[in-house]
């Protein structure tokens, strides 16, 4: 049996092959970019039964119309974009496997909230690692499908063949992590809040705004209400994370993203713990976002939390699935 | 080695803290500091590969594998250990031919009036300097060269612009650099260059390494 193929019919707002990210090349200046929801490209590959590491298709607000060659399975994770299979009006909810028969063209025009869904393939998306990670960084072109966003005519194939044993599958948790209500990402001070405690203290207490001019690299955040940051000038570069929360002199803070440069210059009084990074993802341009202060040993817990679901989750959805195919053969 | 300033940077990293300033022999310690770090996650489970500036040092580590404080340890354990004085190997100068000026540098004749110089001036001043790979940062490839002449200390442009070409040279107070791609920079631009810091298709695809000598050599225009 081939594998699968997906063919770009259109490409979306922005559509680009990404895993986990390259690790170990930052310090050649190489960001590590990969998914900006880690949360949301998990879920998508383990319903696969997909090694953690392989590469996804992430899509942004609002996503491609792909058409089957072949027979493939996909599975979906993140926010839900709508996904539709046109021929048969099926929606596809994220946190659920589809198989798509030859010639099937599935579209995604867009959902109520969240920003960014994943798309993965059986055995992921084949295309060639470099760096050690099929991650796209636009930035320099590298990685990724041909180091740029996808365009019509691309054909995106599965690394491995389907075979007839994906039946559908269902992840018992949240396929995404964006919240329900009022968005507050939790943070923990930053290497310069004990040097600048009135920054930390401003950053805290206003509510902001995700601004239009957002991507991949960074949340660049706008006031809302009471939101007035002193300026407290530049410093030496410096090595940055993922997370980090930079205050250049305009005052309007940069939540770096997954395509973060790898060194900044200006002052990081919080930093978004590791477990609601996959939360400040999924933030649209326009929603508000609040701050909320937690120590180390907190974020630590919250990671383990984090972590212990999805494991949780993984292994049910693997435990469900035996019991889906056993009562279909039972069944048969 | 002196003790560095540690704590952490988020709830995955710690930042080691060398000095404040951008400052050779600071950036010697830094550059020793990182080479002895880099051996760390070799044998060490859940510790990452360093990543350098001109004054600090980033570690990641993987909080599920192991704790800060372990990780701050582990750290300062390995400085500790480690040569006093940068033990790099002396490494060639890498030669980078520059078409300085005009469209090329188009910055070049406001920095040397600025410093009282003319052009031919401002050339000789730039070409006879020795410039050392502090580390490589902000794009693939990026150098960060140090040890630029005074004669030129030249601020940042206060507009950085939204593009600047590829293979570009150029300067920002006694820094240094050359731009691997084309992108938005606050640099003042005096030259340009065929050479290429970055390809990918290369090994490795970093023409720097830290600690590498650079000098820049007028070029007849294209």
Request: aromatic share 6%; with cysteine.
């Amino acid at each position: 049996m081939t594998a699968g193929a997906l063919e770009v019919l259109e490409p979306g707002l922005l559509t680009t092959v990404q895993d986990t990210g390259r690790v170990g090349w930052e310090h050649l200046g190489v960001p590590h970019a990969g998914a900006c929801d880690r949360w949301g490209v998990a879920v998508a590959n383990a319903l696969l039964d997909n090694p953690a590491e392989v590469a996804a298709l992430e899509m942004t607000l609002l996503g491609p119309t792909l058409r089957a060659r072949g027979s493939c399975a996909i599975a979906l994770g993140g926010a839900d974009l709508g996904a539709e299979v046109v021929r048969t009006g099926v929606r596809l909810a994220p946190g659920t496997t589809h198989m798509l028969r030859d010639g099937d063209v599935l579209r995604f025009p867009g959902g109520a909230r969240g920003m960014r869904g994943y798309l993965a393939l059986p055995g992921g998306i084949d295309v060639p690692p470099v760096l050690g990670s099929r991650s796209t960084y636009l930035a320099a072109r590298l990685g990724g499908f041909d180091g740029r966003a996808l365009e019509a005519g691309d054909v995106l194939a599965a690394a491995t063949a389907t075979g007839d044993e994906i039946g559908t599958r269902v992840w018992p948790d949240r396929p995404s992590l964006e919240p329900d209500g009022d968005p507050v990402l939790r943070v923990v001070d930053g290497p310069d809040a004990a040097d600048l405690p009135d920054v930390l203290d401003a950053l805290l207490g206003a509510t902001w705004v995700i601004d239009e001019g957002s991507d991949r690299t960074g949340v660049r955040l706008r006031a809302g209400d009471g939101g007035a940051i002193p300026d407290v000038g530049q410093l030496v570069s410096r090595p940055v994370t993922f997370g980090a929360i930079q205050v250049p002199p305009s005052g309007a803070p940069i939540i770096l993203g997954a395509d973060h440069q790898t060194v900044g210059g200006y002052a990081v009084p919080a930093v978004v713990i590791t477990a609601d990074l996959p939360v400040l993802a999924q933030l649209r341009p326009g929603a508000t976002v609040r701050f909320a202060r937690m120590s180390m040993a907190d974020a630590i817990a919250a990671l383990r939390d984090r972590s212990e679901s999805f494991r949780r989750a993984a292994e049910l959805a693997r435990g469900e699935r035996l019991w889906h195919d056993l009562w279909l053969n039972t069944a048969g | 080695m002196d003790r560095p300033g540690i704590g952490p940077f988020g709830d995955s990293a710690l930042l080691l803290t060398f000095g404040d300033e951008i400052d050779e022999k600071v950036s010697r310690r830094v550059r020793a500091a990182a080479r002895a770090l880099g051996r760390l996650g070799d044998d060490q489970a859940g510790i990452g590969a360093p990543v350098a500036a001109y004054a600090s040092i980033l570690l990641p580590f993987d909080p599920l594998a192991t704790s800060p404080e372990a990780a701050a340890r582990l750290a300062l354990k390995a400085l500790a250990t480690a040569p006093a004085d940068d033990t790099e190997p002396e490494a060639a100068t890498i030669e980078i031919p520059t078409r300085y000026g005009g469209e090329d540098g188009p910055d070049l004749l406001e920095v040397a009036e600025a410093h009282g110089l003319t052009v031919p001036q401002a050339i000789e001043c730039h070409g006879g300097a020795t410039y050392t790979v502090a580390f490589l940062g902000f794009m693939p490839g990026f150098p960060y060269l140090i040890g630029g002449p005074a004669e030129l200390d030249h601020p940042r442009r206060p507009t950085p612009r939204t593009r600047v070409a590829a293979g570009s040279v150029a300067i920002a107070g006694t820094q240094g650099t050359i731009y691997p791609f084309a992108s938005p920079g606050g640099w003042n631009l005096v030259g340009r260059t065929d050479v290429r810091p970055w390809d990918a298709q290369r090994d490795p695809p970093a023409l720097f390494a830290s600690g590498a000598r650079v000098r820049f050599v007028p070029a007849p225009d294209r």
